[in-house]
Structures are given as C-alpha cells and as structure tokens.
C-alpha cells in the first residue's frame, strides 16, 4: 500500500474532519495489498467520501482516491466524532470488502464511489 495526501488551504474559523495520520493508521491495520490511496483534503462542500478506481489501460494499479473537507469551527466537534467513529470505519470496511473480490469480478473492475458524510450546506 501506498499513502500520499494533500492538503489545501482554508478559510479562518475553518478546520479539516480528519488528519492525514489517523485515516492512515486506520487503513494500515488491514492487508489492502498494493492499492494507492491518495488523500485530498480541501475546503468546498464535500465531507468526506472515496472512490475506487481499478487498473486500466493507462494506470496499472488500484486507486482509492480520498477526500476530506472542512466544517466551520462551531461544528467540528461533532463532525470529527463522526468522522472518526462511523465514517472512517465505513470506509476501511468498505475498501477491504471491495480488495478481497477477484480482481476479474465485475465489481472490483469497475470504479466505485462511497459517500461517508454527505455534503454540507
């Protein structure tokens, strides 16, 4: 497994759900042989969800593409809590259910995407 991340700037009074250490450490504790994941963390409207895309023509490695938004201060608390005790466990359940397909069936073939946090408003 391969982890690179990214992480943009944000307003003031803004903060990130999730720290690039902790999505890590949560992914590392399953055998997800040698996908990539790459963590994108920017400030827009998405929380937080992923998408799976297999090789293809051109990349010839399994990617988990992660991305992670920001909330206004005054909800991060709460938010985080989530993130962390639902979401992230939701995903690492999720990736693995997904790698442990055959690579030749059709739902490890083709690109899958999990919402784990819906947008915020």
Do not use: C
């Not at 690179?4 to 450490?25: D, H, M, R």
């Not at 929380?47 to 992660?66: C, K, V, W």
């Not at 397909?101 to 915020?120: S, V, Y």
Request: glycine share 8%; hydrophobic share 35%; net charge positive.
């Amino acid at each position: 497994m391969e982890f690179t991340s990214e992480t943009g700037k944000i307003p003031k009074g803004y903060g990130y759900l999730l720290k690039p250490s902790v999505i890590l450490a949560a992914l590392t504790a399953r055998d997800l042989g040698g996908i990539r994941i790459h963590l994108v963390r920017s400030h827009g409207r998405r929380l937080f969800d992923a998408r799976y895309r297999p090789p293809d023509g051109d990349i010839p490695y399994e990617r988990l593409n992660i991305k992670v938004g920001t909330a206004h201060e005054r909800d991060l608390p709460p938010l985080r809590r989530q993130a962390k005790d639902e979401a992230l466990p939701a995903l690492v359940r999720w990736i693995s259910d997904l790698v442990a397909q055959d690579l030749p069936t059709a739902i490890r073939r083709g690109e899958q995407e999990i919402e784990l946090l819906p947008p915020r408003e």
